[in-house]
Structures are given as C-alpha cells and as structure tokens.
C-alpha cells in the first residue's frame, strides 16, 4: 500500500535559517504530492502541491520538487520567520483503490526570533 | 467563500457515552471525508462519501463508530459509546469533481474521553 515517511522532529531553526524538510514515498502509479501545514488550533491547509515528476510546487517561499527516481518531495524554504513555527505533513494521493490523501506523520518546526 | 464548517470544536465526555461531531463541507463540495487524527501522527481516513453514498468506510470501526450524510450536503460522524482510546482530533474535508485530488479541511473536533 501507499506510505510517506517524513523526517522526524521537532526541528528548532533560528529567523532566516534555510529549512528542509525531507519526504520519501511509496506508492503505486503516479501520485500527486502535497504538503499540508498546520498551525497550532487550527485545521490543516494546503500549502503546495506537485501532480507529475519534476513538478515544482511552491507557495509562500516554500518549495518542493516532485522527484520520481528517489521518490522524494522534500520541503525548503530559504529564510524561514518565526509565523512559519507549525507542524508540517507530507501526504500523496493516488486514486483508484486508494482514493485518499496518504499523511507522514508530521514534523513539528520552531522557529525563535 | 466559506471554508469547511465543524462543530463543536472541543468535546470532552466520559467514557462510554456517544458523542457526535458535525461537518457542513464547501458549497458544492460532492465529496466529504472524515480523518481520524491521534496525537503526533498524520491524519488517517475514517470513511468517503460521494454525495449521500458512503463508497470508502473500510477503515470505520462499525462496532462503535457510523456516520450519515443523509441529503448528500452536511455529516454526522457518532462515536457510542466512546472509549479512552479514542481521543483525537476528528477533520472533516471535502473535495469537488473539477479538483479531485484537492481537499479542504476543516478545523477539527478534539475529542477528550475520560
């Protein structure tokens, strides 16, 4: 079956570190890669997606890039600010018989001023 | 345009009694879905529907866990009775047919069962 494994936290960067978040998958077929943020008491949103290989989904100064052949979606961001503090899943979707979202388990950033 | 709607935000009960959660999805929204979230893991799909029909409710534990989405709109999800186990957060997402793989999420229902 599909699963994602997100590198573990929590992760603690200072304002203006680089960020990266790795992400591999397995799955069948093509799927379509996201990330989802979740900030503390609220629900999670979308934050980028990538539908094919070599896709570069980016959003808010946060990119990935949908790489097939290391089956990897890894989240950067070149100067994160402490409103980036949240928790971070990776999920994919592959339709067909698993017609749902697939989440890691989440990797919890802190970012201090 | 208004998000995904759930209620009640914060629920807190003893065990062995039911509860229920309410998701009213985007307008339009034809698929709704119900993720179960255990601390520090990824939300994990409980039950789909497509309009009023539930087409993925494998992973429901039906001995205490059934949900509706009688007119195809809003949802109910209740838990009778509740046990320890399942505190969580309970999200509700809905998707429409011009963006399959795309869903919104709500806020969530965190559960407390004591």
């Known amino acids: 079956g599909n699963s994602v494994t997100q590198m573990e936290g929590p992760v603690t960067l200072s304002e203006e570190a680089f960020l990266t978040i790795n992400c591999t998958y397995t799955?069948?077929?093509?799927?379509?890669l996201f990330w989802y943020v979740q900030y503390p008491g609220e629900g999670l949103q979308l934050l980028l997606k990538?539908?094919?290989?070599?896709d570069k989904g980016s959003n808010k100064g946060f990119e990935a890039t949908y790489r097939k052949e290391t089956t990897s979606f890894h989240l950067e961001k070149g100067s994160v600010q402490v409103s980036d503090s949240a928790v971070y899943f990776c999920?994919?979707?592959?339709?067909?018989?698993?017609?749902?979202?697939?989440f890691g388990k989440g990797t919890l950033l802190t970012v201090n001023p | 345009e208004a998000g995904v709607v759930q209620s009640p935000r914060y629920k807190i009960i003893e065990k062995k009694q039911p509860v229920a959660f309410w998701c009213n999805p985007i307008?339009?929204?034809?698929?709704l879905y119900w993720y179960l979230q255990n601390l520090g893991q990824g939300p994990e799909l409980l039950i789909r529907?497509?309009?009023?029909?539930?087409?993925?409710d494998s992973q429901l534990p039906k001995d205490r866990f059934s949900a509706e989405r009688l007119k195809g709109v809003d949802s109910t999800l209740k838990i009778q009775p509740a046990e320890l186990g399942d505190s969580a957060v309970y999200l509700c997402?809905?998707?429409?047919?011009?963006?399959?793989?795309?869903?919104?999420f709500g806020p969530g229902t965190r559960l407390t069962v004591l």
């Open positions: 997402a809905s998707s429409s047919r011009e963006t399959l793989n795309e869903q919104f």
């Open positions: 999920a994919l979707f592959s339709g067909g018989s698993n017609y749902k979202l697939t």
């Open positions: 799955a069948t077929g093509y799927p379509s």
């Open positions: 990538a539908t094919k290989a070599d």
């Open positions: 529907y497509e309009n009023e029909e539930a087409v993925d």
């Open positions: 307008s339009g929204h034809n698929t």
